[in-house]
């Protein structure tokens, strides 16, 4: 056989005995990719789009119109629609606007929609909506703009239609106002065909046909003969006009630098966890080069190893973090001296956790190589579901679930319960338990998975 | 001091040691030798408390020597096969990090590295990175690295692997120094020179069995020869070398005989036979027997198959 080939044939063999590069090569990169399907909506036919963004809606409008509003809104899949909140005694009441705002600088939901009970005025022409939010994800608020323009927009004429018969009806009087879409609709009906009682009852409704004008494909080429629209003088922006939406973000509003306040958080725990999983397999060489015997011949228990080095770990993951959101102050200006205390306590009970997750890498593997494996593709994952580069609402409600299993998924969310909605030491403490909880549970099943391993022989 | 009652140790399907028993002495240089695989290693772990033992008992000084037995550490050392040492430390910072690590301090501490560094001749290199040190330093380092606190037993798990004759003699010398202080030794080889030279008594172990026990000249009356002689194959020994099928065993390999005589066939007569057969006495080497033979004698292998 011709050398290049022996040695070929080597190179697989090599290749197929190491499980770590297998898995890096391959599963790492499909798991990524299915992740990645899910948020950007690449699967056909099978509806794993996002789980659903919290809507809260808060109807006060006792418009037909507003209802089907909030009904056009829970057909929404981006959306999962919040109308109810529960009494003390676990009874369903309607939610209120105060609710909804302190619900959302509790960051129960980023997001709310008030109908509020001039949504259509009796004594102007025209929609009025309040839109309440804490936009601490720019690609999530994004989102969320633009599929509520869309909807809004969509029911904007029927809603004008309301608006336009109030106005009749207070400039004709209530029989002049009947007598008069009587007449429309005979007319309709004997022009142009149909049942003039249906006819009547839409034009009560509001209902104009105006809906086609923005139901209409926006890419369909204008018709031969007709005017383009020009930019800016779309269905949707004529309706603009008439539709003032007050928007109010309730949280975040003295961030001096909103994006990287935002990003900092879910990347700093990336590299920390990358950092802390390698220092864990170091483990391994110690074991190879026989320190651990000459270490545990001494009056040493491996318990002393164990703690010692997660200690470290805590200890260099603090540094690191702390490094970073220097750099980030340095940097981008973040402000970080304001919250110094909730943000060092996050800090050290997040290097701890991630300690502890680099150390359960090092019990459950049989070598450095599966070890740096492992943490490659888990790393990748629990940041991609967790919420370190894109928002966990664009996942699926499955997805959504896990990432509340993930060390990641609550460093995030406290860094920026800090960083961008400012809470306090105390408002961060149930963060601060699940992260400690972690931290405390992997690590004693780190420390059993130890016991049982062959590291310390 | 140290002593084994019928200890078994087994990994899976494999027993690495069976049913082993053992008694050092104080002040002994015990040898342990047999082939790679043999069990030296597990039975130093276990002398060592690092490994338990699926039964039997490992005792020191009459008690039972065990991972959580954290007193009796402090009178034991253990030279690892391996360079146990972190590589890209100084050998001081080696020394004093291993030194704390049994509650050393301070100026004895400071001492004791000295005089451990000055003893294997690296005093002068004692701010070099041990990555930088040749084979035979980083062996020398290794040793010493296991006598600060000044044990009372050393077990020594294959010290001398791959380096160079001086490094090993000089690693020899200060064993035997040691040894001549007091200190009790259990030295791992697969060498026989080694434990010939420098162990008082020696156990040879083979598939995780103790096959003799004994100084070197009571293993070497286990065989059933008290020499053997040398001489070289040509066709003037031939006639001779047939001759001498009737009384020993003569086995013939690369243009070499050897004949081990039955007891009871003296050299006089030997040497007799050959000149009546016309074969130059010249040819003839006798060789003492070594470990090798005893141990080819016990297993019917060689020490390094």
């Known amino acids: ?457 | 001091m140290l002593a084994l009652r019928s200890v078994t140790k087994r990994y899976g399907s494999i027993t690495a040691l069976d049913n082993v028993s053992l008694d050092i002495a104080p002040g002994e240089f015990f040898g342990l030798l047999g082939p790679n695989g043999a069990g030296k290693s597990t039975l130093m772990s276990l002398a060592a408390g690092l490994r338990a033992p699926d039964s039997g008992d490992v005792l020191f000084a009459g008690a039972p020597l065990s991972r959580v037995n954290l007193a009796a550490r402090r009178v034991l050392g253990l030279v690892p096969q391996t360079i146990a040492l972190y590589t890209d430390l100084t050998a001081e910072q080696n020394l004093r990090l291993f030194g704390q690590l049994y509650g050393i301090r301070g100026k004895d501490l400071q001492a004791r590295i000295d005089e451990a560094l000055e003893s294997v001749q690296l005093a002068d290199r004692r701010h070099s990175a041990v990555k930088t040190f040749s084979g035979g330093m980083q062996r020398r380092l290794n040793l010493v690295a296991s006598l600060l606190h000044r044990p009372k037993i050393l077990l020594c798990d294959e010290p001398t692997v791959g380096i160079d004759p001086q490094s090993r003699n000089a690693i020899f010398d200060y064993l035997e120094r040691l040894n001549r202080e007091g200190l009790t030794i259990i030295y791992s080889t697969h060498y026989m020179e080694e434990a010939e030279r420098l162990c008082s008594r020696i156990g040879v172990i083979d598939h995780g069995k103790i096959l003799a026990l004994g100084s070197l000249s009571e293993l070497l009356t286990q065989l059933p020869f008290e020499d053997e002689i040398v001489f070289p194959e040509t066709p003037a020994t031939a006639t001779f070398a047939a001759q001498l099928t009737s009384h020993g065993q003569l086995s013939t390999a690369e243009g070499t005989h050897r004949f081990r005589p039955q007891p009871g066939h003296p050299l006089s007569t030997f040497f007799a036979d050959a000149e009546k057969t016309g074969v130059a006495t010249r040819l003839f080497e006798i060789q003492r027997p070594t470990l090798e033979a005893v141990f080819l004698h016990l297993t019917g292998r060689k020490l390094r198959d």
């Open chain 1, 1 to 457: 056989m011709h050398p290049i080939f022996v040695l070929f044939k080597k190179s697989v063999l090599l290749f197929a005995r190491n499980k770590a590069a297998v898995l890096i090569t391959f599963l790492v990169p499909v798991v990524m990719i299915a992740l990645f399907g899910f948020v950007f909506g690449l699967y056909k036919n099978v509806d794993k789009g996002p789980g659903g963004i919290g809507l809260a809606v808060v109807n006060l409008s006792t418009e037909p119109a507003a209802s089907d509003l909030v009904e056009a809104l829970k057909l929404e899949k981006t959306f999962r629609v919040i109308t109810t909140t529960n009494h003390a005694d676990g009874t369903k009441r309607p939610l209120t606007e105060a609710d909804v705002r302190a619900a959302i600088h509790n960051n129960r939901y980023r997001f709310a929609l008030v109908l509020p009970a001039d949504m259509i005025p009796k004594d102007g022409f025209g929609i009025h909506l309040k839109f309440l939010s804490d936009p601490r994800n720019e690609v999530e608020t994004q989102i969320v703009n633009g599929i509520l323009q869309k909807t809004i927009f969509s029911r904007v004429p029927q809603l004008l239609g309301q608006s336009l018969q109030h106005q009749s009806k207070r400039y004709l009087g209530d029989a002049r106002f009947e007598t008069f879409n009587r007449t429309m609709a005979d007319t309709v009906a004997a022009t142009y065909g149909g049942d003039a009682e249906k006819i009547y009852q839409r034009m009560i409704a509001g209902d104009f046909g105006f809906g086609s004008l923005t139901q209409a494909p926006s890419s369909a080429s204008p018709a031969p003969g007709s005017t383009p629209l020009a930019p800016g003088s779309s269905p949707a922006d004529i309706f603009s006009r008439v539709a003032r939406i007050e928007t109010e973000q309730l949280v975040g509003k003295k961030v001096s630098n909103p994006m990287a306040s935002r990003l900092v958080g879910g990347y700093a725990i990336m590299f920390l966890m990358f950092a802390l999983s390698g220092s864990a397999t170091s483990l391994f060489e110690e074991k190879r080069s026989g320190i651990f015997q000459r270490v545990l011949s001494a009056p040493v228990r491996f318990s002393h190893i164990l703690w010692a080095r997660f200690l470290f770990g805590v200890a260099l993951g603090t540094l690191q973090l702390s490094a970073l959101f220097l750099a980030g102050k340095v940097l981008f200006g973040i402000e970080l001296f304001s919250y110094a205390v909730p943000l060092l306590a996050l800090i050290v009970v997040a290097a701890a956790a991630c300690t502890a997750f680099g150390m359960l890498l090092a019990a459950i593997s049989s070598s450095p190589e599966m070890a740096m494996g492992l943490a490659n593709l888990l790393v990748l994952v629990m940041c991609a579901v967790g919420g370190a580069w894109f928002p966990v609402s664009l996942m699926p409600a499955f997805i959504q679930q896990f990432s509340k299993l993930t060390l990641v998924y609550w460093s995030v969310e406290g860094f920026t319960s800090i960083l961008w909605a400012g809470h306090t030491f105390m408002e961060i403490l149930p963060t601060l338990g699940i992260l400690a909880a972690f931290a405390t549970g992997v690590m004693a099943f780190a420390v059993w998975c130890f016991k049982r391993s062959s590291m310390f022989d």
